[in-house]
């Protein structure tokens, strides 16, 4: 008997949940820094899966609201709305509410010995339903490697970079093939490294994040990562060897 496959619950997530880093920036609001997607991205993005926006998928017709309250010299435009989407599997509908606020008039902070002044945001209103589109979107997964602070560790961003250069190739195995070139010039020079390295603590840490980055690398093109990472062994042993002082 057949076994019919049964669809995850994260299948939807996990097939958005990627973001290609050339979409994205570093940011910051006040002391905050963050990374940062192009909303174009993710509208592509959420269009590719439900469909056009405002059939497939948009904010429904009448449930937006923008409320402006001051707190001091300082206003602020919150915005609310429904998010809908039609799920790509099954067709059916559904929908999750969306928030987001922005400054939309504040005292500037004064700069050598100038007076602060009173700004006026007079594109907040696109500010506040692009940031709450986003933040819904993410809610269902859209770039949700972002949000869950993925893109904070370098590694994960360098992997996704070689990964979507693949993944955008014209001509895949001419692609595959130059990386595994780079990929052997890289090994050679990473495992000589190891000869000038005169501390243990130093010596295995090198080698985690060899292994770590050669190891999706290796996925990505098909390869054997044993072979691979039989140089860097090979160079760390030599090397602890010269460490402990043992021959």
């Known amino acids: 008997m057949s076994r019919v496959k049964v669809m995850s619950n994260l299948d939807f997530w996990n097939s958005v949940s990627k973001t290609d880093p050339s979409f994205t920036k570093k940011a910051s ?3 905050h820094n963050f990374t940062s997607v ?8 959420a269009t590719e899966k439900f469909g056009m926006q405002g059939i497939g998928w948009g904010v429904v017709v009448g449930s937006e609201v923008f409320q402006e309250k001051e707190y001091g ?3 602020i435009l919150s915005y609310d709305a429904t998010l809908f989407f039609v799920c790509p599997k099954s067709g059916e509908r559904g929908e ?6 922005e400054k939309s008039c504040y ?3 004064g700069y050598k010995g100038k007076e602060g002044y009173m700004k006026i945001d007079d594109e907040v209103r696109k500010k506040v339903v692009t940031n709450a589109k986003t933040k819904g979107l993410s809610e269902l997964g859209f770039s949700a490697d972002i949000f869950m602070g993925l893109f904070d560790d370098p590694n ?6 070689f990964e979507m250069s693949l993944e955008k190739a014209d001509d895949f195995e001419k692609e595959s093939n130059a990386k595994i070139e780079e990929l052997k010039d890289w090994c050679r020079k990473e495992s000589s490294v190891y000869s000038a390295i005169k501390e243990k ?10 292994k770590n980055k050669l190891q999706g690398r290796c996925q990505l093109l098909n390869l054997d990562f044993n072979a691979y990472a039989k140089g ?5 042993n030599s090397q602890l060897n010269v460490i402990t002082g043992e021959k």
């Open 201 to 210: 603590r130093t010596l295995d840490l090198l080698l985690v994040g060899h």
């Open 96 to 101: 999750i509410p969306i928030h987001a606020s």
């Open 73 to 75: 010299t300082t206003t």
């Open 38 to 45: 192009a909303p174009m991205y993710q509208n592509k993005k």
């Open 107 to 109: 005292m500037t902070n």
């Open 232 to 236: 860097f062994d090979v160079a760390y």
């Open 156 to 161: 994960y961003v360098d992997y996704l970079n």
């Open 29 to 31: 609001k006040g002391a």
